[in-house]
């Protein structure tokens, strides 16, 4: 059962830069998959704000932490080879 958030955009986009935040956390102490579940809770949180309703700073941000997820995933691949 998932947790109900309040409707206010400004409050759903402040909730995913937390989960953005965690993904950093996450991958400070080495836990990928949890950093993996962050960053989609944060992606799905944003892409439920309404149309006309986006950031381009957080966007950008999302961009960023799936960059930084993909490159620590191929990292970690390399090593386990």
């Given at each position: ?8 955009v ?9 989960w ?11 836990q ?11 992606n ?10 986006g ?25 386990n080879?």
């Amino acid at each position: 059962m998932s947790f109900p958030l309040p409707q206010d955009v400004d409050f759903i986009k402040e909730v995913v830069g937390f989960w953005l935040d965690d993904v950093d956390d996450r991958l400070q102490i080495n836990q990928i998959t949890d950093a993996e579940h962050s960053w989609r809770t944060a992606n799905d949180l944003y892409l439920c704000l309404p149309a006309g309703c986006g950031d381009m700073e957080l966007e950008d941000r999302i961009y960023e932490k799936r960059v930084k997820l993909d490159n620590t995933y191929s990292t970690t691949n390399e090593n386990n080879l």
